[in-house]
């Protein structure tokens, strides 16, 4: 099937069942189902659109955690399925979800079901061709934040390659964005491409895993080297099997935690302002109960909010571990949080921070290289702007209207690819 003819076939089943209808699969189409409007119902939920799928395969795994079948995880529902899981992959933070962030994790057996479950964060991010030897079906579920340097979209791509490259059957199982109602941040600029983002997209895309899918088809984002479609040796095939009763402006609450960092909706909402404070020296509140919610720094005015970083379970070695730090506290519940953030990411924070920062010049994380690409505040960010914007001293408006043209572009590119209801 030749490429143009592809990307008109996508966009017109996109644009045909937007609609709200029924079953259509294919190479880069995708599997929807009936919408009960009382109930928002994941794809992993969605089974009788997959099943079948799966039936007389040999299936691989993409999972953690937040995998589960109402309250049953995935690959335990499968196997009472009958369905024959070759093998699981494991994302950042392991299959069960307890490693720290970044935490090397190597390939294991799973205790609870005797299936090998091979790591894809550290040394190695995308399956082998040993890997999917005996493999015919390709499953990915996992549940996403919506934000760009959350890495699982990142797993995503590398997991898509893999397919594209040994020619195998991938089925995303959809899940709601809880960041999926709105758009904003800097789109990243090629030079800053790394793990913690990958593509030309904001910071918050508005876009579920399985719309996220469909534009790294749809707008070739993938390593060039993968496209092996039309091989003797079969041929690759991606499916995304909706969620139910959803829409881009469902205030949707995740059932369980993503992360360990991310312990509830606060963080999740917090996470696209306060994660930046990640790339410079001050904690971001991991090491504490509500990570993503308190920033601050010894250096910072003792008038402030004090808290103290220490070793947890999901940061055993936070930053400034065991020190006093002064700054923020933006806990609160759910709706006072969300009503903080106000559909936008935040930065009055930030500039606050570097205006008090008494050593400026020791802010931001250093660069190894001293290259604008290798500060990891600039690869969070995707260019160097803003770093710059803020050592300048513009305000916040100035930054957010710096990134306007970009978003409206990629709103452009992302409506072509959406599976629901929008929010504009």
Known sequence: MKKSFFLLLICGILLFFNAHSQDTRGRGGYTRG?????????????????????????????AN??????KTHLVDTLLKKGVNIQVIFGPEHGFRGHADAGEQIDTYTDAATGIKVVSLYGSRKKPTKEDLQSVD????????????????????????????ENNKHLIVLDRPNPNGYYIDGPVLKSTFHSFVGMQAVPVVYGMTIGEYALMLLGEEWYDPNANKWGSSEGSFELSVINCNGYNHKSNYVLPVVPSPNLPDMASI?????????????????????????????PALPKTMYAFTPVSRPGAKEPKLKNQICYGWNLSGTNEEVQKTVSKQIQLKWLLEAYHLFPDKAAFFLPSKSGKPEDYFF?????NSELMQQIKEGKTEAQIRQSWQTDILKFKEVRKKYLLYPDFE
């Open 65 to 70: 955690h937040t995998s589960l079948v109402g």
């Open 378 to 382: 600039n690869k969070l960010a995707g």
């Open 269 to 297: 909402y917090l996470y696209p302002s306060t994660c930046f404070f990640e790339g410079t020296v001050l904690s971001e509140g991991r090491g504490t109960p509500t990570p993503f919610q308190v920033m601050g720094h």
């Open 34 to 62: 009936t919408i009960d409007k009382n109930k928002i119902q994941t794809g992993a939920e969605n089974m009788e659109q997959y099943l079948p799928l799966l039936k007389g395969k040999k299936v691989a795994v993409f």
């Open 137 to 164: 079906v390709m499953l990915f579920d996992i549940q996403d934040v919506g934000v760009r340097f959350y890495t699982y979209i990142s797993s995503l791509q590398y997991y898509l390659e893999a397919a594209m």
